[in-house]
């Protein structure tokens, strides 16, 4: 009877029962892909990421399944996945490479606030999206003066559809529906990332935006507490809009579902480089008992 080891976390987390959970198999070598669906599955968490090979030192090749498919790169994980592969005595003084199908990323510690650098390369990727901005605003159960920019397929890693509001209290507001109608992203998914310049406002040093992140599964909407890859693909729309943010972006995501999450953003205009980091909690661990 094959035997797993897996740890909990609690990723973007300000407390121990903040941030998005992850569950993170430490050694999954020899490990079936259908295996890897199921145990996502089981967990149910948004994702679920196995370890695999480790081709040298201080990098890793994982592996990133939510319960219905792979994604080739998501912000959360590889943050709770390199805090634990350093658990492990994996990573190389305090840094840590994930290689991922999107391509390497590589991860870095301050304590336990990890930050990651996005694997595109260059300039973000940037699609028009086919509903106009009235209809997006229909999707989100707000009006079409709610909306503060025209909505773009961003991609610095995995593509969303990002949309700028007018103000923190759209944002709150939303109300996701008519998921069918979204379109989709190139890998198929439907989703929508609403957020908003909390204008003023700063925390952490910096400025803040709030943001909710809703992904549709079938005619059904589901909300994600912390979306590190969608906060990297504001990253992009900050490029693209030339907005400078010397001091960097706090989002406040999460809140409304009681996880509350916090994640850090830092662009770099002249190198194109997109930085997004947060706080990681260890909170558990086990073993999973395969038949």
Do not use: K
């Not at 790169?73 to 994930?98: I, K, N, Q």
């Not at 920019?149 to 109300?175: F, K, Y």
């Amino acid at each position: 009877m094959p035997a797993y080891r897996y740890r909990l976390v609690n990723v973007f987390a300000e407390a121990f029962f903040g941030g998005n959970p992850l569950c993170v198999f430490e050694d999954a070598q020899g490990m079936s892909s259908e295996t890897m669906r199921d145990l996502a599955l089981q967990f149910n968490l948004s994702e679920t990421t196995f370890v695999l090979d480790r081709p040298e030192p201080g990098v890793a090749v994982v592996r990133i399944m939510t319960p219905t498919h792979e994604m080739a790169f998501a912000g959360h994980p590889s943050l709770g996945t390199a805090h634990v592969l350093r658990d492990l005595g994996l990573a190389v003084e305090g840094m840590t490479t994930l290689s991922v199908p999107a391509g390497r990323v590589p991860v870095s510690a301050e304590g336990d606030v990890w930050t990651l650098v996005t694997p595109s390369v260059g300039a973000p990727g940037v699609r028009t999206p086919e509903a106009s901005r009235a209809e997006v605003a229909g999707f989100l159960g707000i009006s079409p003066e709610d909306i503060a920019g025209d909505p773009v397929w961003m991609n610095t890693g995995i593509e969303q559809c990002v949309v700028p509001l007018a103000s923190p209290e759209a944002v709150a507001r939303s109300v996701p529906r008519d998921a069918p109608q979204w379109g989709s992203s190139l890998d198929g998914r439907r989703v929508l990332y609403a957020f908003a310049f909390d204008e003023g406002r700063r925390s952490h040093g910096r400025e803040v935006v709030r943001a909710r992140y809703f992904s549709a599964r079938g005619a059904s909407v589901v909300e994600d507490p912390g979306t590190g890859s969608a906060c990297a693909n504001l990253g992009g729309w900050l490029l693209t809009q030339g907005r400078a943010i010397p001091d960097g972006v706090v989002v406040e995501q999460g809140d409304a579902l009681r996880r509350p999450c916090r994640l850090f953003l830092d662009v770099d205009a002249a190198t194109q480089a997109i930085r997004v980091g947060g706080r990681v909690i260890s909170v558990g661990e086990g073993v999973m008992h395969l038949p």
